[in-house]
């Protein structure tokens, strides 16, 4: 027969900060907390010193001044005249587009090459394996410099293309150039603009803007239409599933309402808004007209593209051989086509393997944009991290503000990205 | 029963009495050629992917082979190279207009490329240090070796160290005492003072030796015993043996702080836990080029207000720091991926913390996190290429030295191939290392 008694209460002793387990891990996060503590005391304190040493303070008034530099690529109005905090916005967009355009080819790519790696063919797949392993295993950044390099050195100069019988001819249709000095694209230009024709804004004897000043109010009022279109295209597709789950009778013509209702307004305001292309024309020695994509924009790009392609295809790989054999042969017992069986059954069992390290490769493209100071890209490291520190001697505010831009963006692409894994993600009990 | 029936069988006219002998498949149903419309040209839409790679493969061959094969060695300019071309042109051995590679850049610079500015007469002790450092990786890689061999491994680092640097003995023989104080305070100290304690005092112990004894201890060894061989400034460091130096350090350092971080985030410990989430995120938010220039323009504020040391340890910790973010978010995968069960045995078993994570815990985890820790690694020597902007003289940054050259300006193709083809070697050799370590480990599933 056994008694269950309290053990004796007993006074507190210190030794059982130590030796007690229930009051040992607050002994041991008050020490490392009073370290931690300590340790960025010192660090804030030195920093304080040292600035006081210099003879410098702590001010972001330097982003209200006058920058005095140039920026050749840009998507907003700029001039010398404009601020250091302006300049910090066109070079933080600069990071943005070319980290937009990344990801989509960097994808695009990716998705073919893993599936062509595993394709049956032989020549097919060694090829893949090459590009997969070369990309992967040689510097981002040499291939940026060898891009640059074959844009600049291999491609033809602009005077190419002059005379009866030209040296260089300009391809698809004589709407795109492809130079030494970059590559000229057609420009959509809006006849009968909201907001006035902006086409020749050049101001204080700069040329007009390398990609010229946009109109915005035209653009806002076609990407507010596109998204409708999209908003109700969407729509109708859950109309339609829910009428098949309801009836079993997919509605006629489904696809087409889908695309008509995204297609036909964008068509209607484009043409509305007197849409026209201007194409890249050959005036004196260079390209005028059009959209001039500079080298150190297309080297980066197809850099980047090319590099996280490769490891994205290891991961559509990975992904699609995740999915077990099994699924395959079921659906084929079920009797369905091998279309079916990859978009009704493979893929969406693989995107849950793919879509959490596919987050964190467009999270490395964007990180990586950062290389555009080996090939004179002006993004955010440039501008705000680069010219506007030597300039102002702002070393800690620039670079502070300079992480903060990254880790922001860092923060949202995966908290977006998490957001819609998690929606994807196997419902578990 | 069956005796009958073969009787009337072999009574009966129509039953084949003898066997024919085995033919051979049809030609299109063995062989390459069954190989090949199996692999090849299974279907139409295969045979002309088949037909169009093998034509992108043929173009580019065609373009490269040539190019490459006839490169010309012994030239010490690219004048000079061209004038070799144009004479061999001349003479009717190539066709007109025969473009060749240009490959004496590499001999006329192969040691800057190597070795940057290092003392040439010093050559051996870079090479030296990379051997010792090969011979002591190896009883790591490969546990076929003798055990005995990781003497060697202990003590390599700071050989490599000082035959890389050079000075005097004494400075890297103080750091090694520092570790030998540490390990021989747990060996020792453990019984008669309790593991807690002996475990503060080898952390704190050598801390205050390094800190106050073993800069004048060894300068007073220096002054009795001065064995030492030259000094060489890490200024003088360049091409590859930068990025391997700081790739090496980088990789050897960041593996132990990248496991206590993931220990850290997997810790119960509130204040542990979110101080190694916020280090761990800020670090991986940030690109390491924003982090190498913060060490060469801002490391300065940081540290009281007089201190300058080297651009290179400077870098090297950055990395470290860097790399070891990576790391610890791998392993915290690895430790993740482990089923509760694991730890509930080792909590059965009564084991302490410590216990658990070292025989149970983390010998598992480190194995399932192997290939994402390799990818690190190689992620990491990759990213020693940046070290150009901070104005260090990586090989990427002697391509461009090379081509300011009046001798050697315009080349191009030479040296990025060269280099390239350097780095996939290191690289692709580390991931076959890890294909080859995660078959030998995969013990489950057999």
């Known amino acids: ?429 | 029963m069956s005796e009958i029936h073969s009787e009337t069988a072999l009574q009966t006219a129509y039953v084949r009495r003898e066997m024919l002998d085995q033919q051979t498949p049809p030609v299109t149903a063995a062989g390459p050629v069954k190989w090949m419309r199996e692999n090849l040209f299974s279907s139409i839409p295969n045979g002309i992917m088949t037909v169009l790679s093998l034509f992108v493969i043929y173009y580019i061959l065609s373009h490269l082979l040539g190019w490459f094969a006839n490169g010309i060695w012994d030239a010490g300019s690219l004048t000079e190279c061209r004038a070799i071309r144009d004479e061999r042109i001349a003479s009717g051995v190539w066709s007109e207009g025969t473009e060749v590679a240009c490959w004496g850049v590499l001999a006329d610079r192969w040691d800057q490329l190597l070795f940057g500015f290092y003392p040439s007469d010093l050559y051996w002790r870079p090479i030296l240090a990379v051997v010792l450092f090969l011979a002591a990786m190896a009883p790591i890689l490969y546990d076929s070796l003798p055990r005995k061999l990781l003497i060697l491994t202990l003590v390599a680092p700071f050989l490599c160290f000082w035959l890389l640097w050079g000075g005097s003995i004494w400075y890297p023989y103080m750091v090694a005492m520092g570790f030998l104080l540490g390990w021989a305070i747990i060996k020792f100290a453990s019984v008669p003072l309790g593991s807690l304690v002996a475990n503060l005092a080898a952390i704190v112990l050598p801390l205050l030796f390094w800190l106050f004894a073993a800069g004048p201890l060894a300068s007073a060894l220096t002054d009795i015993a001065p064995i030492g061989i030259r000094s060489v400034n890490s200024r003088e460091f360049g091409g590859f043996l930068l990025a391997v130096v700081i790739g090496a350090s980088g990789i050897i350092l960041s593996m132990p702080l990248g496991i206590a971080l993931a220990l850290g985030r997997q810790s119960d410990l509130f204040i542990i836990n979110k101080c190694s989430v916020i280090f761990i995120e800020v670090i991986r938010g940030v690109p390491l080029i924003v982090w190498l220039f913060t060490a060469q323009l801002l490391l300065g504020y940081f540290l009281p207000p007089g201190t300058n040391f080297d651009l290179m340890l400077r870098v090297i910790i950055m990395v470290t720091l860097f790399s070891s973010a990576y790391i610890a978010e791998v392993i915290r995968g690895g430790l993740a991926a482990l089923p509760r069960g694991q730890y509930e045995g080792a909590d059965s078993l009564g084991l302490n913390y410590w216990q658990a994570m070292q025989l149970i815990i983390l010998p598992q985890a480190l194995k399932i996190s192997i290939p994402g820790i390799v990818s690190s690694f190689i992620g990491l020597f990759k990213d020693t290429t940046l070290v150009v902007f901070i104005g260090m003289l990586d090989p990427i940054g002697f391509s461009n030295a090379i081509r300011a050259d009046t001798d050697w300006n315009g080349i191009y193709w030479e040296l990025f191939i060269f280099i390239g083809l350097c780095f996939f070697i290191c690289c692709f050799s580390m991931s076959r290392y890890s294909q080859y370590l995660e078959r030998k480990l995969a013990t489950d599933h057999r």
């Open chain 1, 1 to 429: 027969m056994a008694i269950m008694t309290d053990p004796p209460a007993q006074a507190f002793r210190l030794s059982q900060l130590i030796y007690d387990t229930r009051y040992r891990s607050i002994t041991i996060q008050v020490v490392a907390f009073i370290l931690i503590m300590a340790g960025l005391f010192w660090l804030v304190n030195n920093a304080i010193e040292n600035l006081a040493v210099l003879g410098k303070d702590f001010d972001f008034g330097f982003l209200g001044s006058r920058a005095g530099y140039d920026i050749n690529q840009r998507l907003i109005e700029y001039t010398n005249n404009s601020t250091h905090g302006r300049a910090a916005v066109v070079g933080i967009l600069n990071t943005l587009l070319v980290a937009f355009l990344g990801c989509i080819t960097a994808t695009f790519l990716g998705v073919i090459a893993g599936i062509l790696r595993l394709s049956k063919n032989w020549v097919v797949g060694r090829l893949m394996t090459v590009y997969v392993e070369g990309f992967r295993n040689i510097p981002l950044l040499l291939w940026i410099i060898v891009i640059f390099a074959v844009m600049t050195e291999s491609m033809p100069q602009p005077s190419d293309f002059r005379g009866d019988n030209p040296s260089a001819t300009m391809i698809l249709g004589d709407s795109v150039a492809v130079t030494n000095r970059g590559v000229y694209i057609p420009n959509v230009v809006f006849t009968r603009s909201l907001g006035g024709n902006e086409m020749s804004a050049a101001t204080d004897g700069v040329p007009a803007a390398i990609i010229p000043a946009v109109s915005v109010g035209d653009w806002a009022l076609f990407l507010a239409v596109l998204i409708a279109g999209v908003v109700g295209s969407v729509a109708i597709g859950r109309w339609g599933k829910a009428k098949q789950e309801r009836t079993g009778v997919r509605p006629v013509g489904l696809f087409w309402m889908r695309a008509a209702v995204i297609l036909v307004p964008a068509a209607i305001v484009l043409i509305a808004l007197g849409a026209t292309l201007d194409y890249p024309r050959l005036q004196g020695f260079n390209f005028d007209g059009g959209i001039q994509l500079r080298n150190s924009l297309i080297a980066l790009w197809f850099a980047l593209s090319l590099y996280t392609g490769a490891f994205i295809a290891e991961i559509v790989r990975a992904g699609i051989m995740s999915v077990s054999k099994g699924q395959t042969e079921a659906s084929a017992a079920l009797g369905m086509r091998a279309s079916w069986t990859m978009n009704l059954v493979i893929l969406p069992q693989a995107l849950r393997v793919i879509i959490p390290p596919l987050i964190s490769q467009f999270l490395n493209l964007t990180k990586n944009s950062s290389l555009a100071i080996a090939v004179g890209y002006m993004d955010a490291r440039s501008t705000l991290g680069g010219i506007t520190i030597n300039q102002t001697g702002r070393e800690l505010e620039g670079m502070l503000l300079l992480g903060l831009f990254y880790l922001a963006t860092s923060l949202i692409i995966s908290g977006v990205m998490n957001v819609y894994n998690s929606s994807v993600k196997l419902k578990e009990r």
